[in-house]
C-alpha cells in the first residue's frame, strides 16, 4: 500500500466536558476512497473541522505526505492540498461560476485572472469529466451541478485529497451515479477522498475502505467494504443490531384523503398540475421526487396553508372548502412540516408552548381567551414521557433539543389527537439510525390502526421500507404510482428524472 | 410658466445638478461598498457630519484645503473602522451601531466646533475650492461649462465612479468584498478573511463619506454648520438601494435625486411665491420615496447584509 496523503494521529477534541473526538486516528492513500462512517453525534464533521481547519484539536497531530502540518484555517488546508465540500453548499448564489471559483485566487497585475480561470476550468473539465458553464450565476444551477462546482472549487485549488460531507443526501439516484464516476475517476488519477454517509450501501458500492465512529472514538475499521454486510456495519456504527421494522401485509379501508384534479398557480417554485390522489385508511402513500417538484407545494396544500387554483381536496368524505390549517385540522389531518426548525416549532419558545401550537385555541389548552398553563404542561410533560423526548423538562427551550427529540415531539404532538391523515416531509432527514428506527415504528402503528399516512421524502430506501405505494412527481405532476410490489430504486430512480411517465 | 421652464433649463441648472450630485455621489458610493460586503453603515450622516467638520478646522487653522480634504478622508476612515470593530469584530447589531455611530460623531463634530472656534455670531468661513476649468474640453457647449468647469473634488467623483465598477467587479479584492456580502462562510472556506475584507470595506466606505463631508464645507458652503449634511447621508442609503448595490446605478441614482432637488431649488427661487417653500424641500425625497416604491420592490440586497460572522456557528 502506498505511504499515507493524509495521516490523522491520536486526534482528540472536547467541547467542554463533551468529548467529540477521543484518539481517532484516520489516514487516506493517494487513489483512495476512505468511508468515514458515523451515527450522527459520533464525531465525524468535528473531526473533518479538524482536518479542515476550522478546529484546533486538543491533542494529536496531522501529518500530509509523512510530514506533521499545522491546520489551524481552511487557508492553511487548502495549502495542504485538503478540499472540502461541505454538506451545506459554500457558494454565492448570485456570483457567476466563475467568481465562485476565482475567490481567494491572487489576480494578476491586480485584476481577476479571467483567462487563467478560465483554462484551468476546461482541464478539470476534460480530467474528470466535470463541465460547468462559467458565467451563469450560480443559483441557476441545479443542486447537482453546484455540488459539481463546489467539487471543481476544491480540485481548482489543487486539492489532493478531497473531503464530501454527506455528498448524496440531496442527490437524485441519477445524479448519484454521476458523482460516483466523477469520484472515481479522481481516485484513479491518484486524489484522496474521504466520503461521509451513513448511507450503507452507497459506502459498500464506493469505498476501498471504512472507518466508523461512535461516540467520538474509532469503534472499527472496515477493510473491504463491498463484501462486508449492511447490517455488520450498522452494528459498528450503533453498537448493536439494527433490525429493519416489518412492515405487515396492508388492509387499506376507505378513502381518508383524496385530491382530485388539484393545481395552483401564482406562487414561486414549482406548481402543482392536475394532482389526484387518495389514501385508504390504513396504509402508507410514498410521495418520491427529486426536491423541487412539486413537493413543497402539494404538501401546503393538503395542509391547508395554500389553497390551489383548481381542484378538490376532501378529508374523511367531507370537503375542504376554506383550505386553512385550522380547518384540516378539524376535519382530522395531522401534519409534520418539512423544516423542523422554521415551520415545526418555535425555537425559542419553552418546548411546551410548540407542542400545543395548533390547536392553542382548542378548548383543552384555553378557554375565555386565556391559555390554561397548567393543560398545557402537563400535556408536554405527558408527551416527554410517552416518547422518550430527551430533554430537561417542558420549560426547555425547543430549540435546544437534538433533532431526533424535536422529531418526536412534533410526531406526538399530532398522534395525541388520533388524526385520520397524517402528512409528514423528509420525516428522518438528518436523524441516526435510531431516531429513524423509533419514527417508522411509529407510522407502522398508526398505520395499523387505521390511519392514511402521506410520506414526502426523497430517500428511496425509506419509502420502500415504509410503503403501501409509491407515487412519483416530475415536474408538479405525478407521473405514476407504484405498488409495493414493483416499486424498485431503479424505477423510481428514473420516473423521478422525468424519463418513464405515463399514467 | 415657460418663463419658468427657462429658467430651469440652462447651463447653470446642469452645472448645479453635478455639484448637488458629488457630495451625493461619494456618500453613496462610500455606503455601497460597506453595504456589498455586508456591512450596513447607518453611521453616514454623523460620520460625514464629524467628517465636514474636521476637514473645515484643518483647513482653516493650517490654510490648506488638501490637508483639509486628508483631514477629512482620514477621520472617515476612523469613524469605518469604529463601526466595523462594533459590528464586524464584535459582531454586535448593525443598526444600533450604525445609530450610535451617527450620534457620537454629530455631538462630538458640535463639540470639537464650540471647543475650537466659540461661540460666534457670524461663523467663521474658508476660502474654499474654486472651479477648475479643464482646458479644451470646458469650450464644449453646455456641456462644457457645466461638466468641465467644476470644483477639483467634482472630477474625484466623477472619476470615482468608474474606478468603484473596477474595483468591485474586476479585482480580487472586489470579488471577495462581493463574497463576503453574499455568503462570507463562502469566503472564509477559500481562505480568504472574512473579517478583513470587511473591515477594509467599511473603512474604504468611512473615506468616501469623508470626501463627501469634505466637499459640503469646503466647496459647496465654505463653512461648518450644523445642518450642513441635512440628511444626505440618509438618502445615500436610500440611493444605494435604488441603485441596487452597484456603483453605475448609485451614481445614476444620486444624479436624479440632484436633479430633482436642482429642480425644487429653482422653483423656489422662481416665483411660485405663494406655495410655501417647504413644499419645494419635500420634492426630492418624496422621488426618492415614489422612486424605490415603483424602482426597487425586486432589488436583492446582499445576502449576508445585517449578519455578522461567527466562524464556529453554523
Known amino acids: 500500500m502506498p505511504a499515507p496523503l493524509i495521516e490523522m494521529r491520536g486526534i482528540t477534541k472536547s467541547f467542554g466536558a463533551v468529548k467529540a473526538n477521543e484518539a481517532v486516528d484516520l489516514s487516506v492513500a493517494p487513489g483512495e476512497i476512505l468511508g468515514l462512517l458515523g451515527e450522527n453525534g459520533a464525531g465525524k464533521t468535528t473531526l473533518m473541522n479538524v482536518l479542515f481547519g476550522a478546529y484546533a484539536p486538543d491533542a494529536g497531530e496531522i501529518l500530509v505526505q509523512g510530514q506533521p502540518v499545522r491546520i489551524t484555517s481552511s487557508a492553511d488546508a487548502l495549502a495542504a492540498g485538503i478540499g472540502m465540500v461541505h454538506q451545506h453548499f459554500h457558494l454565492a448564489p448570485r456570483l457567476t461560476v466563475l467568481e465562485n471559483l476565482l475567490i481567494g485566487i491572487p489576480g494578476k497585475s491586480g485584476r481577476i485572472d479571467r483567462a487563467g480561470g478560465l483554462a484551468r476550468l476546461a482541464e478539470i473539465g476534460r480530467q474528470h469529466g466535470l463541465t460547468l458553464d462559467p458565467d ?13 462546482l463546489e467539487i471543481v472549487k476544491a480540485l481548482f485549488r489543487g486539492a489532493r485529497l478531497l473531503i464530501l460531507d454527506e455528498p448524496t443526501a440531496v442527490l437524485a439516484p441519477s445524479e448519484v451515479d454521476g458523482l460516483f464516476s466523477a469520484l472515481r475517476s479522481m481516485a484513479a488519477q491518484g486524489l484522496g477522498i474521504i466520503f461521509i454517509s451513513h ?12 472507518t466508523v465512529l461512535r461516540h467520538g472514538r474509532v469503534a472499527g475499521r472496515v477493510d473491504d467494504p463491498a463484501n462486508t454486510t449492511s447490517a455488520a456495519m450498522a452494528q459498528l456504527m450503533c453498537g448493536h443490531e439494527i433490525v429493519p421494522p416489518a412492515r405487515g401485509p396492508s388492509t387499506p379501508g376507505a378513502d381518508v384523503l383524496t385530491l382530485d384534479g388539484i393545481s395552483t398557480s401564482k406562487h414561486a417554485g414549482t406548481v402543482l398540475r392536475d394532482v389526484s390522489l387518495a389514501v385508504r385508511a390504513g396504509e402508507i402513500l410514498g410521495i418520491a421526487g427529486v426536491s423541487g417538484n412539486g413537493q413543497r407545494a402539494l404538501a401546503e396544500v393538503i395542509s391547508g396553508v395554500r ?30 412540516p418539512e423544516d423542523r426548525m422554521t415551520t415545526g416549532l418555535v425555537t425559542n419558545l419553552p418546548l411546551a408552548d410548540s407542542m400545543v401550537l395548533p390547536r392553542i385555541g382548542t378548548a383543552a389548552f384555553s378557554a375565555k381567551g386565556l391559555l390554561k398553563p397548567d393543560a398545557i404542561r402537563a400535556f408536554a410533560e405527558e408527551q416527554i414521557k410517552a416518547y422518550d423526548i430527551r430533554c430537561p423538562g417542558p420549560m426547555t427551550r425547543a430549540g435546544a433539543l437534538s433533532g431526533g427529540n424535536l422529531q418526536k415531539a412534533l410526531l406526538a404532538r399530532e398522534l395525541a389527537f388520533d388524526p385520520k391523515v397524517l402528512i409528514v416531509s423528509q420525516p428522518t432527514r438528518g436523524l441516526d439510525i435510531g431516531a429513524a428506527r423509533f419514527i417508522h415504528e411509529k407510522f407502522l402503528d398508526m398505520r395499523a390502526k387505521g390511519c392514511g399516512i402521506i410520506v414526502i421524502g426523497e430517500d428511496l430506501e425509506e419509502l420502500l421500507v415504509l410503503c403501501d405505494r409509491i407515487a412519483v412527481m416530475y415536474e408538479g405532476r405525478i407521473v405514476d404510482t407504484l405498488g409495493s410490489a414493483e416499486a424498485t430504486i431503479a424505477r423510481l430512480g428514473l420516473l423521478m428524472t422525468g424519463a418513464e411517465g405515463h399514467s | 410658466m415657460s418663463v419658468v421652464l427657462e429658467q430651469i433649463f440652462q447651463v447653470g441648472f446642469l452645472a448645479a445638478i453635478i455639484r448637488i450630485a458629488t457630495p451625493l455621489a461619494f456618500a453613496t458610493l462610500g455606503e455601497m461598498f460597506s453595504e456589498r460586503a455586508g456591512v450596513l453603515n447607518l453611521g453616514i450622516e454623523g460620520i460625514m457630519l464629524l467628517c465636514a467638520m474636521t476637514g473645515f478646522t484643518a483647513t482653516s487653522l493650517s490654510g490648506s484645503l488638501w490637508f483639509g480634504v486628508l483631514v477629512a478622508v482620514l477621520t472617515g476612515m476612523l469613524m469605518g473602522a469604529l463601526h466595523a470593530l462594533f459590528t464586524v469584530a464584535l459582531g454586535l447589531s448593525q443598526h444600533v451601531c450604525g445609530i450610535g455611530v451617527t450620534l457620537f460623531s454629530s455631538g462630538l463634530a458640535y463639540f470639537l466646533y464650540r471647543l475650537i472656534f466659540g461661540q460666534q455670531s457670524v461663523p467663521p468661513a ?29 472630477y474625484m467623483a466623477i472619476i470615482a465612479i468608474p474606478l468603484a465598477a ?7 479584492w472586489g470579488l471577495s468584498v462581493r463574497m463576503v456580502g453574499e455568503n462570507p462562510r463562502a469566503a472564509d472556506s477559500a481562505g480568504v478573511s472574512v473579517i478583513a475584507t470587511r473591515f477594509q470595506a467599511v473603512i474604504l466606505g468611512g473615506a468616501l463619506m469623508g470626501l463627501a463631508g469634505a466637499f459640503l464645507s469646503m466647496a459647496q458652503f465654505n463653512a461648518f454648520t450644523f445642518g450642513v449634511v441635512s440628511g444626505r ?20 441614482a444620486a444624479l436624479l435625486f440632484a436633479f430633482v432637488d436642482a429642480l425644487q431649488l429653482r422653483m423656489q427661487a ?3 411665491g405663494h406655495i410655501p417653500y417647504e413644499a419645494f424641500l419635500m420634492l426630492p425625497f418624496i422621488f426618492t420615496i415614489v422612486a424605490m416604491a ?11 447584509l445585517l449578519k455578522p460572522f461567527r466562524r464556529e456557528e453554523r
Open chain 1, 307 to 336: 389553497a390551489p387554483d383548481a381542484g378538490r381536496m376532501t378529508i374523511a368524505g367531507q370537503t375542504v372548502s376554506r383550505f386553512s390549517p385550522r380547518e384540516v385540522q378539524a376535519l382530522g389531518l395531522g401534519r409534520i
Open chain 2, 233 to 252: 447621508g440618509w438618502v445615500a442609503i436610500a440611493l444605494v438601494v435604488f441603485g441596487r448595490w452597484d456603483p453605475w446605478r448609485s451614481a445614476g
Open chain 2, 294 to 304: 415603483v424602482m426597487s420592490r425586486n432589488a436583492v440586497a446582499p445576502s449576508a
Open chain 2, 126 to 154: 474658508i476660502k474654499g475650492f474654486q472651479t477648475l476649468p479643464i482646458p479644451v474640453l470646458s469650450d464644449i457647449p453646455v456641456l462644457g461649462p457645466a461638466v468641465f468647469n467644476q470644483f477639483a473634488l467634482v
Open chain 1, 199 to 210: 448511507k450503507l450501501n452507497e459506502v459498500r458500492a464506493l469505498t476501498h475502505r471504512c
Open chain 2, 166 to 172: 473596477f474595483v468591485l467587479y474586476r479585482t480580487p
Open chain 2, 270 to 272: 422662481s416665483g411660485l
Open chain 1, 136 to 148: 451563469l450565476p450560480v443559483s441557476a444551477l441545479s443542486v447537482g451541478e453546484q455540488q459539481r
